[in-house]
């Protein structure tokens, strides 16, 4: 069955049904996965690295022999109980895929061990794959696609983390923080430590957006965003300005243009937001707008359109591709495209 709504998938990872075989996690975002399947295995077995009671297996092991996931899947505890069989497929190889959609089909028929739990994690799988459709069909299996977290639930999860060690972060610090995160939920964790770390654990500090500027330092990146920005408000000086500074923290022109690419993208989802009924503050703050930029932002959320960014999309796909394969500099074809989108901001009356 298919999990999709929070609570429900919630409710099924905090208390998963006794009578529950198997449950299928996949998404971009592995430490996402990896986090909540952590979560549910210890949810099945008192202690998930008991080499009697649980199997970890890869797509390697399934490679080299394939049946060795029936094999854990039949097997029985040894002291009683639930048994953990888990499995993390990294890739897209149709071999593993293929096998372990066999077996979860074989485990939800009962032709194994009905007190094994079949744990899957894999990267998204999409419609057509023989393992999501095993999962989704099955009354006894669990489908969740795990998703990168929107800018609600990172600021919750932040606040969270910190209580949990007695500090914490005002408003305005918060929006800082959860701004500059990156969206790996693996990666993010570590981020919210190393703050942790920074205030004191237990010390009871609450910093405001002053207190994390020595931590969080100047981002590598910060003059390419600049000039993106630039590019689409249609300052040209600025943009070329702002690349040319970049070039010279040795950020390079593929950097550049995904920026660009990023803005851009960033644009069209929030006049999407915008489209189905939502302010544009409240569009800016969803897509991840910091709120220094979020001014110059709203003024360029007015000024484009959504057939606009349609039309200047090829235009960024093409300098990407000259960026790696023609020989040409790549500064160049970087300040080629921020005049582009400059002269065309121009136009639009910004």
Same mark, same amino acid.
């Given at each position: $069955? &298919? +999990?999709?709504k929070?609570?429900?998938?919630?409710?099924?990872?905090?208390h998963?049904?006794?009578d $529950?075989?198997?449950?299928?996690?996949?998404?971009?975002?592995r430490?996402?996965?990896?986090?909540?399947?952590?979560? !549910?295995?210890?949810? &099945?077995?008192?202690?998930?690295?008991?080499?009697?009671?649980?199997?970890? +297996?890869?797509?390697?092991? !399934?490679?080299?022999?394939?049946?060795?996931? $029936?094999?854990?899947l039949?097997?029985?505890?040894?002291?009683?109980?639930r048994r953990?069989?888990?499995?993390?497929?990294?890739?897209? /190889?149709?071999?593993?895929?293929?096998?372990?959609?066999?077996?979860?089909k074989?485990? +939800?028929?009962g032709?194994?061990?009905?007190?094994?739990? %079949?744990?899957?994690?894999?990267?998204?799988?999409?419609r057509?794959?023989?393992?999501?459709k095993?999962a989704e069909?099955? /009354?006894?299996?669990?489908?969740?696609?795990? #998703?990168?977290d929107?800018?609600?639930?990172?600021?919750?999860?932040v606040?969270?983390?910190? =209580?949990?060690?007695?500090?914490?972060?005002?408003a305005?610090a918060?929006e800082? %923080?959860?701004?500059?995160?990156? /969206?790996?939920?693996?990666?993010?964790?570590q981020? &919210?430590?190393?703050?942790?770390l #920074?205030?004191?654990?237990?010390?009871?500090?609450?910093?405001?957006?002053?207190? +994390?500027?020595?931590?969080?330092?100047?981002?590598?990146?910060a003059?390419l %965003?600049?000039?993106?920005?630039?590019?689409f408000?249609?300052?040209?000086?600025?943009?070329?300005?702002?690349l040319?500074? =970049?070039?010279?923290?040795?950020?390079?022109?593929?950097?550049?243009?995904?920026?660009?690419?990023?803005?851009l $993208?960033?644009?069209?989802?929030?006049l999407?937001?915008?489209?189905?009924?939502m302010?544009?503050?409240e569009?800016?703050?969803?897509?991840?707008? %910091?709120w220094k930029?979020? *001014?110059?932002f709203?003024r360029?959320?007015?000024?484009? *359109?959504?057939t606009?960014?349609?039309?200047?999309?090829?235009?960024?796909?093409?300098?990407?591709?000259?960026c790696?394969?023609t020989?040409y500099?790549?500064?160049? &074809?970087?300040?080629?495209?921020? !005049?582009?989108?400059?002269g065309?901001?121009r136009?639009r009356?910004?």
């Amino acid at each position: $069955m &298919i +999990l999709s709504k929070r609570p429900e998938v919630d409710r099924f990872l905090g208390h998963p049904p006794p009578d $529950m075989r198997a449950c299928l996690l996949h998404g971009r975002d592995r430490g996402g996965v990896r986090e909540r399947a952590d979560g !549910l295995a210890r949810r &099945i077995v008192p202690n998930i690295d008991d080499p009697f009671d649980v199997s970890l +297996l890869t797509e390697t092991d !399934l490679d080299q022999d394939a049946g060795r996931l $029936m094999d854990e899947l039949a097997a029985l505890s040894m002291m009683g109980g639930r048994r953990l069989v888990r499995l993390k497929l990294t890739g897209d /190889k149709a071999g593993p895929v293929r096998i372990a959609a066999e077996a979860l089909k074989a485990h +939800l028929e009962g032709l194994l061990n009905p007190d094994a739990f %079949f744990l899957i994690e894999a990267a998204a799988l999409d419609r057509s794959s023989p393992l999501r459709k095993a999962a989704e069909a099955g /009354k006894l299996a669990a489908a969740i696609a795990v #998703y990168e977290d929107e800018v609600g639930d990172v600021s919750r999860l932040v606040r969270e983390a910190l =209580a949990a060690d007695k500090v914490g972060l005002t408003a305005d610090a918060l929006e800082v %923080f959860v701004s500059r995160l990156p /969206k790996e939920r693996g990666v993010m964790r570590q981020e &919210i430590e190393r703050l942790v770390l #920074y205030l004191g654990p237990g010390s009871g500090v609450t910093a405001n957006a002053a207190d +994390l500027e020595d931590h969080l330092g100047v981002e590598p990146e910060a003059s390419l %965003f600049d000039a993106a920005s630039d590019a689409f408000g249609g300052r040209v000086a600025d943009a070329q300005s702002g690349l040319r500074r =970049a070039r010279a923290e040795g950020e390079g022109g593929p950097a550049a243009v995904r920026a660009m690419g990023q803005h851009l $993208m960033r644009l069209r989802r929030a006049l999407t937001l915008v489209a189905t009924g939502m302010g544009p503050p409240e569009a800016a703050k969803a897509v991840g707008v %910091f709120w220094k930029q979020e *001014r110059e932002f709203l003024r360029q959320l007015r000024a484009w *359109r959504l057939t606009d960014l349609d039309a200047l999309q090829p235009d960024v796909l093409e300098a990407d591709r000259q960026c790696k394969t023609t020989g040409y500099p790549d500064g160049l &074809i970087a300040e080629r495209l921020a !005049l582009n989108i400059a002269g065309r901001a121009r136009r639009r009356g910004l």
